[in-house]
């Protein structure tokens, strides 16, 4: 299929709609019961909280792989195949050291599995853009697949093999990882771009738009992206283990309603607020909706029946509005606000900005230091209630924060320097 025809085949559509499945249910296999995992097995909070930094370092990381590799040496499919049947190794070898005297073997291992797999989040965007006849109108359409597969990855986990406390998540993991690796092989050709070109290092940070930060409302934006990312993390570390304690043994599939509720944000939601109200108003509601399943959270610990129940509900269909308005409203602003030669650049130091060195804080932060002060978890009803109150006050500081100091004109991107006036 030619890429610059009127219409992408329905061949295309199901081989790239495929992948994204597949190599998102990797993801949604353990990372949001991984928690629950670790903590039955007595893992200390330092370990947890590690555990959860890997992804974030390799996030930081990943840049290299895709500039130095994928640009200029190996074509796209080739890489992402090899390295998911690296990462599906490593996933797989490392419930076997799940125990506290070999808890940070296992965190290596998490480690060598996400510098492996984390590379392939722009890989197959690499491949999807290439391909596809229109992307910004076909993209979207293979992107809910993505979500699709976490969602399909919770159930398989938590419904099929009642698997939030085993080793089975790993092992799906595993699975999945090795069938989109070698799935890889057979995807279009997606030679490297750059091919022959010389690289500079300072590309693979972002040093084309450092000028913008001269911008104040640049500035602000991108800090206050790095903040929000900087608070996230209590919710997918925590969230499954303060489940289970409050009686809901099926953990992974109910935070499933989360990915469901966002299909309809993605879809629906999110492109209706951007237009009617703005980049600011978006990612206020976004903050306030990480401030308030926090709150919920909270109010639900020291609760029982149906009230307990609802909020949780309500806190975790919260989902698409936390994560979306305020991770892909980022995106957004960046296209509108950057110029095209260096906008590549721009959204890689976004996503270095928030999900690595803001995942990695929050990791660190309020799983790692806070966590452990507040005695979760395996605390009481109250030692939660007061733990999730942490998050939702450091939210609303950010929120508050936002609100006062970032203007956006809605003009976006002018002709003339970005740095000037």
Same mark, same amino acid.
């Given at each position: 299929?030619? %890429?610059?025809?009127?219409?992408?085949?329905?061949?295309?559509?199901?081989?790239?709609?495929?992948?994204?499945?597949?190599?998102?249910?990797?993801?949604?296999?353990? !990372?949001?019961?991984?928690?629950?995992?670790?903590?039955?097995?007595?893992?200390? #909070?330092?370990?947890?909280?590690?555990?959860?930094? /890997?992804?974030?370092?390799?996030?930081?990381?990943?840049?290299?792989?895709?500039? /130095?590799?994928?640009?200029?040496?190996?074509? %796209?499919?080739?890489?992402?195949?090899?390295?998911?049947?690296? &990462?599906?190794?490593?996933?797989?070898?490392? =419930?076997?050291?799940?125990?506290?005297?070999?808890?940070?073997?296992?965190?290596?291992?998490?480690?060598?599995?996400?510098?492996?797999?984390? $590379?392939?989040?722009?890989?197959?965007?690499?491949?999807?853009?290439?391909?596809?006849?229109?992307? +910004?109108?076909?993209?979207?359409?293979?992107?809910?697949?993505?979500?699709?597969?976490?969602?399909?990855?919770?159930?398989?986990? *938590?419904?099929?093999?009642?698997?939030?406390?085993?080793?089975?998540?790993? !092992?799906? #993991?595993?699975?999945?990882?090795?069938?989109?690796?070698? !799935?890889?092989?057979?995807?279009?050709?997606?030679?490297? =771009?750059?091919?022959?070109?010389?690289?500079?290092?300072?590309?693979?940070?972002?040093?084309?738009?450092? &000028?913008?930060?001269?911008?104040?409302?640049?500035?602000?934006?991108?800090?206050?992206?790095?903040?929000?990312?900087?608070?996230?993390?209590?919710?997918?570390?925590?969230?499954? $283990?303060?489940?289970? @304690?409050?009686?809901?043994?099926?953990?992974?599939?109910?935070?499933?309603?989360?990915?469901?509720? +966002?299909?309809? /944000?993605?879809?629906?939601?999110?492109?209706?607020?951007?237009?009617?109200?703005?980049?600011?108003?978006?990612?206020?509601?976004?903050?306030?909706?990480?401030?308030?399943?926090? %709150?919920?959270? *909270?109010?639900?610990?020291?609760?029982?029946?149906?009230?307990?129940?609802?909020?949780?509900?309500? %806190?975790?269909?919260?989902?698409?509005? @936390?994560?979306?308005?305020?991770?892909?409203?980022?995106?957004?602003?960046?296209?509108?606000?950057?110029?095209?030669?260096?906008?590549?650049?721009?959204?890689?130091?976004?996503?270095?900005?928030?999900?690595?060195?803001?995942?990695?804080?929050?990791?660190?932060?309020?799983?790692?230091?806070?966590?452990?002060?507040?005695?979760?978890?395996?605390?009481?009803? *109250?030692?939660?209630?007061?733990?999730?109150?942490? =998050?939702?006050?450091?939210?609303?500081?950010?929120?508050?924060?936002?609100?006062?100091?970032?203007?956006?004109?809605?003009?976006?991107?002018?002709?003339?320097?970005?740095?000037?006036?």
């Amino acid at each position: 299929m030619s %890429a610059d025809s009127n219409r992408s085949s329905l061949r295309l559509f199901v081989e790239l709609s495929t992948m994204m499945f597949v190599l998102f249910s990797v993801w949604g296999a353990w !990372y949001v019961t991984m928690g629950t995992f670790m903590t039955v097995r007595n893992f200390d #909070a330092r370990a947890i909280s590690w555990a959860y930094s /890997v992804a974030p370092i390799a996030a930081v990381v990943t840049p290299f792989f895709m500039g /130095v590799f994928a640009d200029r040496f190996v074509n %796209a499919e080739k890489l992402q195949g090899v390295l998911m049947l690296l &990462s599906g190794f490593f996933i797989a070898l490392a =419930p076997r050291f799940a125990a506290p005297d070999t808890q940070w073997v296992f965190v290596a291992l998490l480690l060598a599995h996400t510098l492996c797999f984390m $590379p392939n989040l722009g890989l197959s965007n690499t491949i999807c853009l290439k391909h596809l006849a229109n992307p +910004e109108r076909d993209y979207p359409i293979v992107r809910v697949f993505a979500t699709l597969g976490w969602i399909v990855a919770g159930w398989v986990v *938590s419904l099929v093999f009642r698997a939030e406390a085993t080793a089975m998540q790993f !092992y799906v #993991a595993a699975a999945a990882a090795w069938g989109v690796g070698i !799935y890889s092989f057979f995807l279009p050709r997606t030679p490297p =771009p750059g091919k022959g070109t010389p690289l500079k290092m300072g590309e693979l940070y972002g040093s084309g738009t450092w &000028s913008y930060f001269k911008k104040r409302s640049f500035s602000i934006f991108l800090i206050a992206s790095l903040l929000g990312a900087a608070g996230m993390m209590p919710y997918w570390v925590l969230g499954s $283990p303060f489940l289970n @304690s409050m009686g809901i043994e099926r953990s992974g599939a109910f935070l499933t309603m989360g990915q469901m509720a +966002e299909l309809v /944000v993605l879809a629906v939601v999110l492109p209706f607020f951007i237009r009617r109200f703005g980049i600011k108003w978006t990612m206020v509601l976004g903050l306030l909706s990480w401030v308030v399943r926090f %709150a919920l959270f *909270s109010g639900a610990a020291t609760s029982s029946g149906s009230g307990m129940m609802s909020m949780l509900v309500i %806190a975790v269909v919260l989902h698409g509005f @936390s994560y979306d308005f305020v991770l892909v409203s980022g995106y957004l602003y960046v296209d509108r606000h950057v110029k095209e030669d260096v906008r590549a650049q721009a959204q890689g130091l976004l996503v270095v900005a928030t999900q690595g060195i803001g995942f990695l804080l929050s990791s660190q932060i309020f799983v790692g230091i806070l966590a452990k002060r507040a005695n979760v978890p395996g605390g009481t009803e *109250s030692d939660w209630q007061a733990y999730w109150l942490m =998050p939702a006050a450091f939210m609303a500081a950010v929120l508050v924060m936002f609100w006062i100091f970032f203007r956006d004109d809605g003009k976006g991107i002018a002709k003339k320097d970005p740095g000037a006036g």
